[in-house]
């Protein structure tokens, strides 16, 4: 049996029947609509077609990390089972949930100094911070150990890219991401804002596209400028959509026309409540191994 256990927040974006097969434990941010506080679970308090109807309707959403007492909670029960632990955070310039795991580790030291608590910024969101947990779960489960896990991310994490893309402003507007005028006349004229995650793991707009074919295909041009040895590639590619499955259907149909060598198809999941949340619907976001961000 393994003496380590691999965690992340619930913010990878995958799926619980994922992560329960992958032996991952997460731990849960939440979302608040109007009065109603819901676990961000994978859509089992609450499913993406709900959470998007809501907000459509009016109702605000809030979305709150995950604590330090939630994390000292979740942490005790491996630590109690003799475990160590290397646990995977959302980007912390995203989120400050990175400073709250490293504040329960310390916190914990005193009471399990013989565990190790490791704690791992990975720079990354949605499931691209999920396809980091899953490929170190792939090399876990090839037999390496917790200090090899932990020196390959500290390595090898700003290889990871994150492209997005929405076709919808509404909530990039609401949110203050895009002026109200340029959100505005950008939906009047189907502008496709063309995103990324930099270096420091913040999110960051990077051309304006106008619809939503050329959109995807400038999405296919970033993988194919940047993945792992290009069309060549032979890694996973996962991506997260918003309430749009169609349009990341039509991504996905492409990357595989373009990249013969995939390990296996490209795998779409549901956006989770937390980024589904600041997002709202409309956004398709790919991810897959590539050269280091730089910018």
């Given at each position: 049996?393994?003496?380590?256990?691999l965690?992340c927040?619930?913010?990878?974006?995958?799926?619980n029947?994922y992560?329960?097969e992958?032996?991952?434990?997460y731990v849960?941010f939440h979302?608040?609509?109007g009065?109603?506080t819901?676990a961000?679970?994978?859509?089992?308090?609450?499913?993406?077609?709900?959470?998007f109807?809501?907000?459509?309707?009016?109702?605000d959403?809030?979305?709150?990390?995950v604590t330090?007492?939630?994390?000292?909670d979740?942490?005790?029960?491996f630590?109690?089972e003799g475990?160590d632990i290397l646990?995977l955070?959302?980007?912390?310039g995203l989120?400050g949930?990175y400073?709250?795991?490293c504040v329960a580790?310390e916190?914990?030291k005193?009471?399990y100094?013989?565990r190790?608590?490791y704690?791992?910024?990975?720079?990354?969101?949605s499931?691209?911070?999920?396809?980091?947990?899953?490929t170190l779960?792939?090399m876990?489960?090839?037999?390496?150990?917790?200090e090899?896990l932990?020196s390959?991310?500290d390595i090898?994490k700003?290889?990871m890219?994150h492209?997005f893309?929405t076709?919808d402003?509404?909530?990039?507007?609401?949110?203050?991401?895009?002026s109200?005028?340029s959100g505005?006349?950008?939906?009047?004229l189907?502008?496709?804002?063309?995103?990324n995650?930099?270096m420091?793991?913040?999110?960051i707009?990077r051309?304006?596209?106008?619809?939503k074919?050329?959109?995807?295909k400038?999405t296919?041009?970033?993988?194919?400028e940047?993945?792992?040895?290009?069309t060549?590639?032979s890694?996973k590619?996962?991506?997260s959509?918003?309430?749009c499955?169609?349009?990341?259907?039509?991504l996905?149909?492409?990357i595989?026309?373009?990249?013969?060598?995939?390990?296996?198809?490209?795998?779409i999941?549901?956006?989770?409540?937390t980024?589904?949340g600041h997002?709202?619907?409309?956004?398709?976001?790919l991810?897959f191994?590539?050269?280091?961000?730089v910018?």
């Open positions: 049996m393994s003496d380590f256990v965690t927040c619930s913010t990878v974006d995958l799926t029947e992560l329960k992958r032996n991952i434990p849960s979302v608040q609509l009065e109603d819901y961000d679970d994978m859509g089992q308090s609450i499913s993406q077609e709900e959470l109807r809501r907000m459509l309707d009016g109702e959403a809030k979305t709150s990390q330090v007492q939630q994390y000292i979740f942490f005790k029960g630590l109690d475990k646990h955070c959302l980007s912390s989120s949930t400073n709250s795991a580790a916190d914990l005193e009471e100094p013989d190790k608590i704690t791992i910024d990975t720079l990354a969101a499931s691209g911070f999920g396809l980091i947990v899953d779960a792939d876990r489960d090839n037999g390496a150990d917790i090899e932990k390959w991310i090898n700003k290889r890219h492209w893309f076709t402003l509404t909530f990039f507007i609401k949110g203050g991401r895009v109200k005028t505005l006349v950008g939906n009047l189907g502008i496709c804002p063309l995103l995650v930099d420091e793991g913040k999110l707009p051309e304006k596209v106008r619809g074919k050329k959109v995807i400038r296919l041009d970033r993988m194919i940047h993945a792992e040895n290009g060549d590639y890694g590619c996962f991506i959509q918003a309430g499955y169609d349009d990341a259907k039509a996905a149909d492409k595989e026309e373009t990249f013969p060598n995939l390990n296996g198809k490209v795998e999941f549901p956006i989770g409540a980024i589904g997002t709202g619907p409309g956004t398709v976001a991810f191994w590539g050269d280091e961000r910018d």
